[in-house]
């Protein structure tokens, strides 16, 4: 007699289809990543993105402040877009509804990146507190990061 074979069932994928196919189909797959060792803010910037995911919660009054899965992955995709070294550790936190904000500042002068769970990434470019331009983040092409940040540095 043959074997009893039990049949397998799927449940839903993790990602849908078009989701995968924009993922691996996007020109970001062909741009310059950001290496550690090029740029020293990396690791602090990795590290305090970790941290918020494993410490996430909701707190009462407050609100949600869990990283959702896509918005940390939206996060390392603009940090390895960034290939600007001279940099500051910029400060990551969390925002209420699974949104992530990455600052960093230089005396008077802010770039702000809010990251969202449905991929989408803003930038602000701030100088005393006011905001001067601002914009969304094409992850396809590392230029609307590495511009925001450039500016930063500019005396």
């Known amino acids: 007699m043959g074997e009893k074979v039990t049949p397998l069932t799927a449940s839903a994928p993790a990602?849908?289809?078009?989701?995968v196919l924009k993922i691996y189909t996007q020109p970001a797959q062909l741009e310059m990543m950001t290496l550690a060792d090029s740029a020293p803010w990396l690791y602090a910037a990795l590290a305090q993105l970790r941290q918020l995911e494993q410490d996430g919660a909701v707190v009462a009054g407050i609100g949600d402040?869990?990283?959702?899965?896509?918005?940390?992955?939206?996060?390392?995709?603009?940090?390895?877009?960034?290939?600007?070294?001279?940099?500051?550790a910029p400060v990551v936190s969390p925002v209420s509804g699974g949104s992530l904000s990455v600052t960093w500042s230089m005396g008077e002068k802010e770039v702000k990146f809010s990251?969202?769970?449905?991929?989408?990434?803003?930038?602000?470019?701030?100088?005393?507190?006011?905001?001067?331009?601002?914009?969304?983040?094409?992850?396809?092409?590392?230029?609307?990061?590495?511009?925001?940040?450039?500016?930063?540095?500019?005396?």
């Open 115 to 155: 990251c969202f769970p449905d991929g989408q990434t803003l930038y602000f470019q701030c100088e005393d507190d006011d905001v001067l331009k601002d914009g969304i983040v094409d992850l396809g092409t590392a230029e609307s990061a590495r511009t925001a940040l450039k500016w930063l540095l500019q005396p």
């Open 65 to 88: 402040l869990r990283i959702a899965d896509r918005t940390a992955m939206t996060a390392r995709l603009l940090f390895s877009f960034i290939n600007v070294a001279d940099l500051p």
């Open 15 to 19: 990602l849908t289809l078009a989701e």
